[in-house]
């Protein structure tokens, strides 16, 4: 059964670092683009990043430009968030999801292109 599992999601302080990974399950992410999408309490799903599955290329949402850093290790069969200087707007729960496609969706930001979903983990940044 094909699964995506995150982790690295807790409770920190402005101005803060965490890296969250998430696993594949069941399938390599080998040939899949793979995404990370946020959503806080009462707003809809946002896109964060995106990264191809050779690593060539990535996409981030303007609000996270220069702090957060999408990689990935595909020998562990993991795709990481390395999110820096995190601020209280940055709160909500953070899901990776893959699309069937290696190569970036050309809206990568629509949650409409991606097939597998993972169950999400809270990221909370307190002021």
């Known amino acids: 059964q094909f699964q995506l599992v995150e982790s690295g999601g807790g409770l920190v302080q402005d101005g803060e670092s965490l890296r969250l990974a998430c696993v594949g399950s069941?399938?390599?992410?080998?040939?899949?683009?793979v995404a990370w999408f946020r959503q806080a309490p009462g707003k809809e799903r946002e896109a964060v990043s995106c990264?191809?599955?050779?690593?060539?290329?990535?996409e981030y949402a303007d609000p996270v430009k220069g702090r957060f850093a999408i990689s990935r290790d595909n020998a562990e069969n993991t795709v990481y968030l390395q999110m820096s200087s995190l601020k209280p707007e940055d709160t909500g729960v953070y899901y990776c999801?893959?699309?069937?496609?290696?190569?970036?969706?050309?809206?990568?930001?629509?949650?409409?292109?991606?097939?597998?979903w993972g169950q999400g983990t809270q990221v909370t940044v307190s002021s």
């Open positions: 999801a893959a699309a069937i496609r290696g190569s970036i969706p050309d809206t990568w930001w629509l949650p409409v292109e991606y097939h597998y």
């Open positions: 990264i191809s599955s050779a690593s060539s290329f990535t």
């Open positions: 069941g399938f390599s992410l080998d040939y899949y683009a």
